[in-house]
């Protein structure tokens, strides 16, 4: 996959209607002796609330979005993968205000399958973790073009 290719995959994640409105922002993603990672960030804003903290539900949406930017360059070109399962351990709750900062680092992947662990920390303390499997899918000309 060239440079142009992933930087346009990465955006179109990025630009999912879920991730944009959640205030998803990469900070960086990088690949290097078969080791993927993906850093990412989010405000904590009245939107990502209930009952006065942090939805568990944000978390998992953007653990998982994450995941597939640290996936993103293993990709083979005409490759996707799609979340296969997805389990998430919310530790500790996460007020309005914080900055959350996420990571992904791809653990192994196989020919069909990817597992990934991401984590989501605040100041340093660890708020949750989730374990991802990604189902690698060939993508139809249609949706490569």
């Given at each position: 996959?060239?440079?142009?290719?992933?930087?346009?995959?990465?955006?179109?994640?990025?630009?999912?209607?879920?991730?944009?409105?959640?205030?998803?922002?990469?900070?960086?993603?990088?690949?290097?002796?078969?080791?993927?990672?993906?850093?990412?960030?989010?405000?904590?804003?009245a939107h990502?609330?209930?009952?006065?903290?942090?939805?568990?539900?944000?978390?998992?949406?953007?653990?998982?979005?994450?995941?597939?930017?640290?996936?993103?360059?293993?990709?083979?070109?005409?490759?996707?993968?799609?979340?296969?399962?997805?389990?998430?351990?919310?530790?500790?709750?996460?007020?309005?205000?914080?900055?959350?900062?996420?990571?992904?680092?791809?653990?192994?992947?196989?020919?069909?399958?990817?597992?990934?662990?991401?984590?989501?920390?605040?100041?340093?303390?660890?708020?949750?973790s989730a374990?991802?499997?990604?189902?690698?899918?060939?993508?139809?000309?249609?949706?490569?073009?």
């Amino acid at each position: 996959m060239t440079h142009s290719d992933l930087q346009s995959r990465r955006q179109a994640i990025l630009d999912v209607p879920l991730n944009r409105h959640l205030g998803l922002v990469l900070e960086e993603a990088t690949e290097t002796s078969g080791s993927a990672v993906a850093h990412a960030r989010f405000d904590v804003q009245a939107h990502h609330l209930a009952f006065g903290g942090l939805h568990g539900g944000v978390l998992y949406a953007l653990m998982d979005a994450v995941s597939m930017l640290a996936l993103l360059p293993t990709l083979a070109p005409g490759q996707h993968a799609v979340t296969h399962d997805l389990h998430a351990s919310m530790m500790r709750t996460v007020a309005q205000g914080a900055c959350c900062r996420l990571s992904a680092q791809v653990l192994r992947q196989g020919r069909t399958l990817a597992f990934i662990e991401a984590t989501a920390r605040v100041e340093g303390a660890l708020v949750a973790s989730a374990r991802v499997t990604k189902s690698i899918t060939v993508r139809s000309p249609e949706e490569q073009a």
